[in-house]
């Protein structure tokens, strides 16, 4: 049995530090690798290595066979000298080294009586021979020249391959809670980390059938300022990957030898935005989209406190983000969200001697947002204030033995907690009035999060024969506790004068905890030309419920009294998975300038929310019954309620009565999705600041995770008729349909949900990435990126469970149907078949550069459903798509930033001011509508009617328009 203790982690570390093994562990450094050879091409061994910029130089030796390297390297422009007995000294200028990629130099020494010194002034090759992934690393240039919304995901956005939720004009949508949903390749799941240390949430994503597998959020909001460089990661063969989504590595500034700092002011205002108002919301009477003012200020600064040796640098800032929403609130009034940003960091590096180094990482984040949750169902008081302050902690250490033996180690340490409050309080009743709009208040979520890590790695090099050998291990320990509070405010009753229902509800505590255990092993082999990297990477990821409570309904504790459910002794999930990973690269040409490669992968999904399920109190949970408001107080009195039977059951469908005990079941057999990767790739340099590169990706995933009423078989299900009609919206569009639905036939209302592997569902993924990249040189620099995909599911007859087709599911019956990803945008699915993304910047004469940013992708799906009725088994709500989960899109995405900048420089301090146009052809592309048509119900014959849904394909959310955002900076 795995021990949690960080002392027991301590202690592996220890000892794998005496095996002077080494890991490719999380990365928030790059490499260096070099070959030293006569002019004949002869290996030539011995001599010394240095390597100098801003921090402290470093010094190697060259092995036998003349190789030498730098590992964790800062990332950096860097000098390169060889200096050896006999030969002429030589040294490379403008050694560029890249976050978690490796930079080659090589070397040609001449005899000394030929000539004194060599230097090489040509950049380094934008081609990485070692390379073992997909992705994009984002350079200072870049993040600091292209329009952008200043946030992380606006680069995720430039990746192949990678699409989101969210379309996001001058920073409008850069406060999504959690961080918005991805596509990536066939997998929503999404790693964040921050110098190589995790900072996921793994609270955050959905349980949905495994059409999406959405999984992974985070606490924190970035400083845009605060990044050197920024790594998105989406496959391949390096062993770091955790899962098969999207990874993002944000490495922050440091200190150096030179004082550098920057403070800046931008602000976009309503006075700078243009109309885009569709004729559609204009005939209909509502606003769309729209900012009223983003406002961002801060500063960051570093240097060195003891030259050579010792280094601080710290940032703050502030960013308020003022927004007009799609919509009208009860009253009238435009729906507002009002967000205010505050990060700041500080970060001391040590060098401690020569061959050790560590540093000290502190952030602070925090969002509030007041009045979250405006629109046409919310009365004012039903809205809810968020506050999530995250504190994060990061130390690490390298040690370097001797030439061939490295190692690192790192512990982190985050606390964020989150507080979801209504404006009318928790000592008020909350109620739906006959209209469907909620009053007076709602109901509310707490939580804390603390997260623990822990990371140690080692690295051995050496040579049999001619080829040289990179072993490497790691170890990654990381411990998660979810400790949250929900429920209903006041006396938790909560009626509904539109349905004519009231729900008795016990409120809860529910605690549990998740742990991941990755160990990795691999081996890097070059010859030659030939580079070959094989490993294997084991990971142990589980939770367990600790002690969860629920008080007793106030009104009713003879219903539902207080229970607490007691710490499990097991885990209720427990998840181990070997994942093989192995890549072949060979590089074509003097000077490598071709690179052909291919790889393997197995990916795990990373470990989600889902033990919570096993917890005796998962969610809040309640009894609904019948409900008139005689008085007419909109609170639910005792005596109008016939509580002799409960009419629905139940909240969320869990059975109250079965708890303590957990009303769901976890199948002892349930394992983790599983993708296999196959990647195909060629990168060519053209020039020496310009390359081309393309990617073929297969994926295939199986043990797909899928939840059924416990009890409950395919034959359990009994037609309850058919769902038809035709729904006609306001801006003419009409649809027409026809879809069964079915109903549950047990004895007994079943008690919750057993989640398990789907028999024999899979999917199926291929994909092209294309990228070009230009560096900066000559005055300029541009980045293109795009990708194609398909994405389909492989649905058997002994994989269909339940015959209803459920919109929340994404028509997960259908053979051979489109995949999509999750959303928790209430209508938005993801899946665009093309992408592409293109940025570039030109450097003009007096200090003045402009630039340009233009994205383009495929519309979403845009499905249809109508809700059935009311299962009596189920108690709950099914919606039920209708036709095709993509038989509908919405209008494809296109959008075209610019900025324009002059810098003047007085001394050492440049002043630029810069001016900044977003959308600039003021598209108002509809990016979400109303999916719901209606609602089918019984008449008085039994007979299915269709009643439409007055809301039928509304707009709910539009692209805002075009806006200017100014700004200054001032760097010295």
């Not at 200096?83 to 000294?89: Q, V």
């Not at 703050?316 to 003022?322: H, L, T």
Request: proline share 5%; with cysteine; hydrophobic share 35%.
């Amino acid at each position: 049995m795995y021990r949690s203790s960080l002392a027991r982690v301590l202690v592996w570390f220890v000892a794998l530090a005496g095996l002077g093994l080494y890991a490719l562990a999380q990365e928030n450094t790059g490499n260096v690798y070099g070959k030293v050879a006569d002019e004949k091409g002869a290996a030539i061994p011995g001599g010394t290595v240095s390597l100098t910029g801003a921090l402290a130089p470093q010094q190697t030796t060259v092995d036998a066979n003349g190789n030498f390297r730098f590992l964790k390297v800062p990332p950096g422009v860097y000098k390169v000298r060889v200096e050896m007995p006999g030969f002429a000294a030589w040294e490379q200028e403008k050694v560029v080294v890249t976050l978690g990629k490796n930079t080659d130099v090589d070397a040609t020494l001449r005899l000394a009586n030929v000539q004194e010194a060599v230097t090489v002034t040509g950049s380094t090759p934008l081609i990485d021979t070692r390379k073992v992934e997909t992705g994009v690393t984002f350079s200072t240039s870049e993040m600091e020249q292209i329009p952008t919304a200043r946030d992380i995901y606006a680069l995720m956005q430039q990746t192949p391959g990678v699409q989101t939720d969210t379309v996001n004009v001058a920073g409008s949508a850069s406060a999504a809670i959690g961080g918005p949903s991805f596509a990536s390749k066939g997998s929503g799941g999404v790693t964040y980390e921050v110098d190589g240390a995790t900072i996921t949430d793994n609270t955050y994503g959905t349980f949905n059938g495994g059409q999406g597998r959405a999984n992974g959020g985070t606490n924190t909001y970035f400083d845009f300022d605060t990044f050197d460089q920024v790594e998105v990661s989406t496959g391949g063969s390096i062993l770091d990957l955790q899962q098969p989504g999207t990874t993002i590595n944000v490495v922050t500034k440091r200190g150096t030898n030179q004082f550098k700092g920057s403070a800046r002011y931008l602000y976009a205002s309503d006075s700078w935005q243009s109309t885009n108002l569709p004729q559609e919301a204009i005939d209909e009477g509502f606003q769309t989209n729209s900012t009223r003012f983003i406002r961002e200020y801060g500063a960051e600064i570093g240097g060195p406190i003891v030259k050579d040796r010792l280094w601080l640098w710290g940032s703050g800032s502030r960013q308020d983000i003022s927004l007009n929403l799609t919509g009208t609130n009860p009253d009238g009034s435009p729906i507002k969200s009002d967000v205010k940003l505050q990060p700041w960091a500080a970060k001391l590096n040590a060098q401690i001697v020569s061959s050790n180094a560590a540093a000290f990482y502190y952030q602070r984040s925090n969002l509030t947002q007041l009045g979250e949750g405006n629109g046409p169902y919310r009365a004012a008081a039903t809205l809810r204030d968020y506050f999530i302050p995250t504190d994060f902690y990061k130390v690490d250490d390298n040690q370097v033995f001797d030439p061939n033996t490295f190692a690192s180690f790192f512990l982190s340490y985050q606390y964020p907690t989150y507080r979801h409050i209504p404006v009318g309080g928790l000592n008020t009743d909350v109620y739906m009035d006959a209209a469907g709009v909620y009053q007076d208040s709602y109901n509310y979520y707490t939580s804390k999060n603390p997260q623990y890590q822990a990371n140690v790695s080692t690295s051995k090099f050496f040579n049999t024969g001619s080829v040289n050998h990179e072993l490497k291990f790691s170890f990654n320990y990381r411990k998660q506790v979810n400790d949250s509070s929900t429920g209903f405010p006041g006396d938790q009753l909560y009626g509904s004068d539109y349905y004519g229902l009231a729900l008795i509800a016990r409120n809860v505590r529910t605690v549990y905890k998740s742990e991941f255990f990755h160990y990795a092993l691999g081996d890097t082999l070059t010859v030659g030309n030939l580079t070959i990297n094989a490993g294997v990477r084991y990971s142990v990821d589980r939770s367990r419920n600790l002690t969860s409570s629920a008080p007793a309904n106030p009104v009713y504790p003879d219903l539902l009294p207080a229970v607490i459910a007691p710490a499990q002794n097991f885990y209720a999930e427990d998840y181990k998975n070997w994942q093989p990973r192995a890549s072949v690269g060979y590089s074509l040409g003097k000077n490598h300038t071709t690179q052909l490669r291919g790889s393997y992968a197995r990916y795990a999904d990373q470990l989600g929310f889902l033990g919570y399920e096993a917890n005796g109190l998962p969610i809040t949970s309640g009894l609904y019954y019948y409900w008139h408001d005689t008085n007419g107080n909109h609170h639910v009195d005792p005596n109008e309620l016939d509580t002799s039977a409960s009419n629905f059951c139940c909240f969320y469908n869990v059975d109250p009565s079965t708890q303590p005990n957990s009303p769901n079941v976890l199948d002892p057999n349930l394992k983790t999705p599983l993708t296999d990767e196959f990647t195909f790739g060629v990168d060519q340099q053209i020039f020496e600041d310009f390359a081309v590169s393309a990617t073929y990706t297969y994926r295939h995933t199986s043990r797909l995770q899928y939840a059924i009423p416990t009890g409950a078989a395919l034959s359990d299900w009994t037609q309850g008729g058919v769902g038809s009609g035709t729904a006609t919206a306001d801006n003419g569009f009409s649809l027409s349909f026809s879809e069964p639905f079915y109903f549950l036939n047990l004895p007994e209302a079943p008690p919750g949900q057993t989640f398990l592997n789907r028999p024999g569902a899979t999917q199926n993924y291929h994909g092209i990435e294309l990228s070009l990249v230009k560096r900066l040189s000559n005055h300029w620099m541009m980045r293109l990126s795009g990708s194609w995909l398909d994405w389909k599911q492989n649905i058997p007859p002994d994989a269909i469970l339940e015959p209803n087709n459920r919109w929340t599911l994404a028509g997960q019956n259908e053979n051979g149907g489109t995949v999509v990803g999750y959303s928790p945008k209430d209508t938005l699915w993801i899946n665009a078949r093309w992408q592409f993304n293109v940025t570039g910047m030109y450097q003009f004469p007096w200090g003045i550069s402009a630039s340009a940013n233009f994205f383009a992708r495929e519309g979403y799906p845009q499905s249809y459903y109508f809700n059935m009725p009311r299962d009596p088994e189920l108690g709950s709500i099914t919606r039920i798509l209708i036709g095709k989960i993509d038989q509908y899109r919405l209008d494809n995405v296109y959008q075209l930033d610019l900025r324009l900048e002059k810098t003047f420089n007085i001394g050492t301090v440049g002043i630029t001011p810069m001016a900044e146009c977003f959308n600039i052809t003021n598209n108002n592309t509809v990016l979400q509508r109303e999916s719901r048509t209606g609602t089918v119900s019984y008449d008085d014959n039994g007979n299915p009617v269709f009643t439409q849904s007055g809301a039928f394909n509304q707009i709910l959310e539009t692209q805002s328009p075009r806006i200017l955002r100014l700004g200054m900076r001032v760097s010295f």
